[in-house]
């Protein structure tokens, strides 16, 4: 297995061969705890955050690596972290986002004004939360809360959403998904771009050396330039600068290996219809990880129903509907807490197909 190269940032000059995991995914609490997942950002220093419900397991040190949290809704065990969260992030020199369903905004907005900010002009670190909120599955609504200005409410407008994608940049996004509990709750799934890996020993191979050029190399490829587009290579041996000009379509069948991106799904509180079913299926397709909430035995079901809830073994069908790769169930219901072993193979029996 290869270093990456140095200087390598986010992403950048991955020459690994092997299967390098952008995405390390883990349950902020055991299943039966408040739900949550915490994804930490290989080669960077970043981590998104679904749900913001205990998050006492959550050090200062990935808290305040969080860069997005998408909250599902605003029930107490998926948003009472809120203030934990916010406590860290004073004093910070920070923007974070935060996505959620209709009444956010409101929600953030009310959470905020219950803490008195009158010494707020006195701090030097800008600390700023971008809301996001999905009013409607086509329209998002920005509204940002700065420390400075005591985080009176400042309204940046709204958006049209296109494919539920709430999150758009050059190697990942993040699509919501409204689906019905009783009350809209969103699901998500993080998916990064198709990636794109050089191999250093074949750019060595043609004579060349590594340098900021693979990634003009990447963006030509992504954006599906034509094979006889020239790309200027330039790099430094020895300190002394060596250019060429290569066409990309010999370039990329040479040094680069492409292999589809990650994706992670995060599904909890889903009412077991049609609807939800089929947005579920479609927004965890072929997902690397699907976690979703199995909060009930199977033989509750009509409880489950009661409820808006999933049993154990509609998790797992869902999960086998939609082809993921890996489920993790959780969100289990504490009336099942002696139960934790059926639970868990009520739902990967389903998965399987059993
Ligand atoms: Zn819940």
Same mark, same amino acid.
């Given at each position: 297995?290869?270093?990456?190269?140095?200087?390598?940032?986010?992403?950048? #000059?991955?020459?690994?061969?092997?299967?390098?995991?952008?995405?390390?995914?883990?349950?902020?609490?055991?299943?039966?705890?408040?739900?949550?997942?915490?994804?930490?950002?290989?080669?960077?220093?970043?981590?998104?955050?679904?749900?913001?419900?205990?998050?006492?397991?959550?050090?200062?040190?990935?808290?305040?690596?969080?860069?997005?949290?998408?909250?599902?809704?605003?029930?107490?065990?998926?948003?009472?972290?809120?203030?934990?969260?916010?406590?860290?992030?004073?004093?910070?020199?920070?923007?974070?986002?935060?996505?959620?369903?209709?009444?956010?905004?409101?929600?953030?907005?009310?959470?905020?004004?219950?803490?008195? #900010?009158?010494?707020?002009?006195?701090?030097?670190?800008?600390?700023?939360?971008?809301?996001?909120?999905?009013?409607?599955?086509?329209?998002?609504?920005?509204?940002?809360?700065?420390?400075?200005?005591?985080?009176?409410?400042?309204?940046?407008?709204?958006?049209?959403?296109?494919?539920?994608?709430?999150?758009? /940049?050059?190697?990942?996004?993040?699509?919501?998904?409204?689906?019905?509990?009783?009350?809209?709750?969103?699901?998500?799934?993080?998916?990064?771009? /198709?990636?794109?890996?050089?191999?250093?020993?074949?750019?060595?191979?043609?004579?060349?050396?590594?340098?900021? #050029?693979?990634?003009?190399?990447?963006?030509?490829?992504?954006?599906?330039?034509?094979?006889?587009?020239?790309?200027?290579?330039?790099?430094?041996?020895?300190? /002394?600068?060596?250019?060429?000009?290569?066409?990309?379509?010999?370039?990329?069948?040479?040094?680069?290996?492409?292999?589809?991106?990650?994706?992670?799904?995060?599904?909890?509180?889903?009412?077991?219809?049609?609807?939800?079913?089929?947005?579920?299926?479609?927004?965890?397709?072929?997902?690397?990880?699907?976690?979703?909430?199995?909060?009930?035995?199977?033989?509750?079901?009509?409880?489950?129903?009661?409820?808006?809830?999933?049993?154990?073994?509609?998790?797992?069908?869902?999960?086998?509907?939609?082809?993921?790769?890996?489920?993790?169930?959780?969100?289990?219901?504490?009336?099942?807490?002696?139960?934790?072993?059926?639970?868990?193979?009520?739902?990967?029996?389903?998965?399987?197909?059993?």
């Amino acid at each position: 297995m290869s270093e990456p190269l140095p200087g390598s940032t986010d992403n950048a #000059w991955t020459t690994d061969d092997a299967v390098t995991r952008r995405f390390v995914s883990e349950l902020l609490n055991d299943p039966f705890g408040d739900p949550g997942v915490f994804v930490d950002f290989a080669f960077s220093r970043r981590a998104v955050l679904f749900d913001l419900g205990d998050l006492s397991a959550l050090s200062a040190r990935k808290l305040l690596r969080i860069s997005d949290v998408f909250v599902s809704h605003m029930h107490v065990d998926h948003f009472i972290g809120f203030d934990r969260l916010l406590r860290h992030l004073i004093g910070r020199e920070k923007t974070v986002c935060l996505c959620g369903p209709p009444g956010f905004t409101d929600a953030v907005r009310h959470k905020l004004e219950a803490y008195t #900010w009158n010494l707020t002009a006195r701090y030097q670190a800008r600390l700023n939360l971008v809301v996001n909120e999905l009013v409607t599955p086509l329209r998002l609504r920005t509204t940002q809360f700065r420390l400075q200005s005591a985080f009176q409410p400042e309204d940046r407008g709204e958006l049209y959403v296109e494919d539920g994608i709430v999150l758009s /940049e050059p190697d990942l996004w993040v699509r919501a998904e409204m689906i019905d509990h009783g009350t809209p709750c969103l699901a998500f799934a993080l998916e990064e771009r /198709e990636r794109i890996n050089i191999w250093r020993n074949e750019v060595e191979a043609l004579g060349l050396g590594v340098g900021p #050029w693979l990634n003009a190399l990447k963006e030509a490829m992504r954006g599906g330039a034509p094979d006889d587009t020239p790309i200027q290579i330039r790099w430094r041996t020895n300190g /002394e600068i060596s250019e060429r000009v290569l066409p990309l379509g010999q370039l990329a069948r040479k040094v680069t290996r492409t292999q589809p991106g990650e994706k992670i799904a995060y599904v909890v509180d889903a009412r077991h219809t049609v609807e939800n079913i089929a947005r579920i299926v479609e927004l965890a397709k072929d997902a690397d990880t699907l976690f979703i909430e199995a909060a009930f035995l199977d033989e509750a079901a009509s409880l489950a129903a009661e409820r808006n809830h999933l049993t154990a073994g509609q998790a797992g069908s869902i999960a086998r509907l939609a082809d993921a790769k890996r489920m993790v169930p959780f969100h289990f219901s504490p009336r099942h807490m002696d139960d934790a072993d059926r639970l868990h193979e009520q739902a990967l029996a389903a998965f399987a197909g059993k």
